[in-house]
Each structure stands twice: as structure tokens, then as C-alpha cells.
């Protein structure tokens, strides 16, 4: 007599158990790539951060090490900062800057090219009167746009200056040479206003924690540089 083995098949609740293992993996594995995602986007935000710092490094670097020592005050003609930007006259070349919040209000007094695009991030221009530090009546001169170099437009991110200081003191001068010391402080970072910390006196401080609404861990960084150079041995 012949026996025929029967065939067992699945039962519902070993379906059941698969398909929620199934979706269990593929919800893991969903949520790893959207994981990475933000992480490479983090990481493009901040390299670019970190790449315009190093130009805008070297950019003042190199002018204010080959530049005569100066003063900082107001009457000097040769550092001008603002609420709404500044300027910085170093004799070869001058170098102009709006910060993001001016841009996003459209600040009436920031500065702007004398023709075509009046959008002015960070421009070096040549200025060898130092003209564009001196402040007349009617306010300060617009800037040419020839030979203006921009110099955050190779950034493919919103980036923006937040804020920059330059200080020195008296005690920072080489009797013997007469050469000054001057610290640049700059903050920048992008310039998405919805996802930015202002601080008491209205300069973009950091950006928002995961707590406070339109916090963004991609798009979202404010770093501050500090930079030390001395200029050459005369004075000016």
C-alpha cells in the first residue's frame, strides 16, 4: 500500500510573522538611507562653510599683511563697520560686506554696486584712494563692478557674513618696526532666517536646536573664524 506524504504550506500567522519582518527590515533599512542622506547633506553645508572661510582667510591674510599699519577709528577713513555691513580700506584693495539680515530686509543702507546687480555679499575691489571708506553726507559710495571680485559666489549653498570685527590696541606694535597687529573675527554661515539664532544686539549668532521651530540639521551652520595678522613696517 502506497502512502502519500502530505504537503504542509504556511499558516496565516507564519505569514503574518514574514511580512511584518519584512516590513520591519525594509522600514530599518528606509529610515538608514534618509539617515545617510541628511549626513551627506550636513557634511556638503559645512564643507562649503569651510571653504569660503579659507578664501576670505587668505583673501585678508594676504591684504592686510602687505598693507601699511592703520588706524581703526572712524576718523581714520579706513575701517567702517555697521549694523547693517561694513568696509575695510587697506590701500590696494578695499573690501565691502552686507550681512544676510540686511539682505533678506533689504536694508536701504546696505552697500551696492554702482550699476547692474545690487546684490553685495563679501566683494574685494581695487581702491587704492580709499574711497569707499569715507562716508558722505548723502552715505557711502556705491561700489564699481569692475574688476569686483565676489567672493561667496562659489558657494552652491545660501551662505552670508553674519558679523565681523576688526581690533587691535596699542600694545599690539612693534616699537622697533612699527609693525601692528590686528585680529579679524568673522561669523558665517547660511542665511536661511527661519532656521537662525539672533543674539541681543541682532547679529546671527547660531542656528536653531531640534526644540525650536524650523530647526535644520542639513541646511542649517554659523561658524566663527579668528584670524591674526601683522602689517608691514610703516605707518600709515
Known amino acids: 500500500m502506497n502512502h502519500v506524504k502530505a504537503s ?32 551627506y547633506n550636513r557634511g556638503i553645508t559645512l564643507k ?65 554696486y554702482s550699476s547692474g546687480s545690487n546684490v553685495i555679499q563679501f566683494v574685494k575691489v581695487p581702491d587704492l584712494s580709499g574711497t569707499y571708506c569715507v562716508r558722505q553726507p548723502s552715505g557711502y559710495p556705491n561700489i564699481s563692478p569692475t574688476n569686483a571680485v565676489e567672493l561667496l559666489d562659489e558657494s552652491d549653498r545660501d551662505l552670508a557674513i553674519h558679523r565681523i570685527a576688526v581690533n587691535s590696541s596699542s600694545t599690539a606694535v612693534d616699537p622697533r618696526t612699527g609693525q601692528q597687529l590686528y585680529t579679524v573675527t568673522f561669523t558665517i554661515g547660511t542665511n536661511d532666517t527661519a532656521a537662525l539664532v539672533t543674539d541681543g544686539l541682532g547679529y546671527v549668532s547660531s542656528c536653531k536646536t531640534p526644540d525650536q521651530l524650523g530647526f535644520s540639521f542639513e541646511y542649517c551652520t554659523v561658524q566663527q573664524f579668528t584670524i591674526a595678522v601683522r602689517t608691514q613696517n610703516a605707518v600709515n
Open 8 to 39: 504542509r504550506g504556511f499558516t496565516l500567522i507564519e505569514l503574518m510573522l514574514a511580512m511584518a519582518f519584512i516590513s520591519v527590515l525594509l522600514l530599518a533599512v528606509a529610515m538608514t538611507v534618509i539617515q545617510i542622506g541628511k549626513i
Open 48 to 112: 562649503e562653510v569651510n571653504q569660503v572661510s579659507r578664501t576670505l582667510t587668505d583673501e585678508l591674510t594676504r591684504s592686510i599683511a602687505s598693507s601699511p599699519s592703520f588706524s581703526l577709528s572712524a576718523s581714520a577713513g579706513k575701517y567702517a563697520p555697521e549694523a547693517w555691513g561694513g568696509r575695510l580700506c587697506l590701500g590696494q584693495y578695499s573690501f565691502i560686506w552686507n550681512y544676510g539680515t540686511a539682505l533678506n530686509n533689504n536694508n536701504p543702507n546696505r552697500s551696492r
